[in-house]
């Protein structure tokens, strides 16, 4: 082959991995499929990222055609040191390599469940914490003291101490299980709404499972179950990984020889699995 035509056939190769892997990545924000993979923090820079793959695909694609024209624009520079490699095996299983992402995003996006939660272990959220110790007023002190590290959460289990239900919600999931934890005196006796899957592990026993969640802070290989032990009289009909929404009452209790709130469930009800199988630390929080 001509060394002009094997440029061109290099500099081709090259632009058809840049724009598959733009589209590829275009193809995950147009599906709303981003966030199984990343964290919703990141997909900004990832969609510029696309951007910026296929001008750079536009940009080799143009390259080709001078190549393809006798002119290669990378030998401009007379150094003699931009020939086309030959077109072999090796060449192509570097092509081959940079296409493996795509190939990988081909494959459907399995969330996090509880096997994954098995393997990595599940967080009860500040079951193990001792209440800080500070605080500005009697009142506070005696229910919710805080330090320097833990006044948002005593200023956020206050705000949830005087509603009659705590519906959890989404954008503050940990942030919510955290302070009421914190705070597990406080919260005794109080009713509660939150959804999750169906998880049991060791400590699980008989009429007990774990409503959980994955707290992810970049992606997935990062992420981390949180989940709260519940009481359910139905608890052996709860298939593992089921997508449920309980209500209760929250009691004192202990769960795997730790002290943790219980929630006591009174009302149960298969829930869709969210559009977002994962939940992020507020970074305003």
Same mark, same amino acid.
């Given at each position: 082959?001509? &060394? ?82 030959? *077109? ?22 399995? &969330? ?19 209440? $800080? ?35 959890? &919600? ?20 109080? %009713?509660? %709404?939150?959804? !999750? ?15 959980? %969640? ?8 990062? *992420?981390?179950?949180? !989940?709260? $032990? ?41 829930? &869709?699995?969210?559009?977002? $199988? ?8």
């Amino acid at each position: 082959m001509a &060394p002009t035509a094997l440029a061109a056939l290099h500099h081709a190769a090259k632009s058809a991995v840049l724009a598959a892997l733009s589209l590829s990545l275009t193809q995950l924000a147009r599906t709303g499929t981003l966030n199984r993979y990343i964290a919703p923090k990141l997909e900004l820079g990832v969609k510029l990222s696309a951007l910026a793959l296929f001008a750079l695909a536009v940009f080799r694609l143009w390259i080709a055609l001078r190549a393809w024209q006798g002119d290669d624009a990378e030998a401009d520079c007379g150094c003699g040191a931009h020939g086309p490699a030959a *077109a072999g095996p090796r060449q192509l299983a570097v092509y081959a390599m940079f296409l493996l992402p795509i190939v990988f995003g081909l494959l459907p996006a399995v &969330p996090l469940g509880s096997a994954d939660a098995a393997r990595a272990g599940i967080h009860l959220p500040g079951a193990a914490a001792e209440h $800080p110790q500070r605080s500005d007023t009697a009142a506070d002190a005696e229910a919710f003291p805080f330090d320097e590290f833990t006044r948002p959460y005593a200023e956020l289990a206050r705000r949830l101490h005087a509603l009659p239900l705590i519906d959890v &919600p989404e954008p503050l999931y940990i942030e919510t299980l955290s302070s009421i934890d914190l705070y597990r005196k406080a919260f005794a006796g109080h %009713r509660i %709404r939150l959804t !999750g899957f169906v998880h049991r592990d060791s400590g699980a026993t008989d009429g007990v499972y774990l409503l959980s %969640r994955f707290a992810v802070s970049c992606c997935p290989a990062d *992420a981390r179950a949180y !989940g709260l $032990p519940v009481l359910d009289a139905q608890a052996k009909q709860r298939r593992t990984d089921e997508w449920l929404t309980v209500e209760g009452v929250l009691e004192e209790g202990v769960y795997d020889g730790q002290p943790a709130l219980v929630l006591r469930a009174e009302q149960t009800r298969s829930a &869709p699995p969210p559009a977002s $199988p994962y939940v992020y630390l507020d970074p305003d929080f």
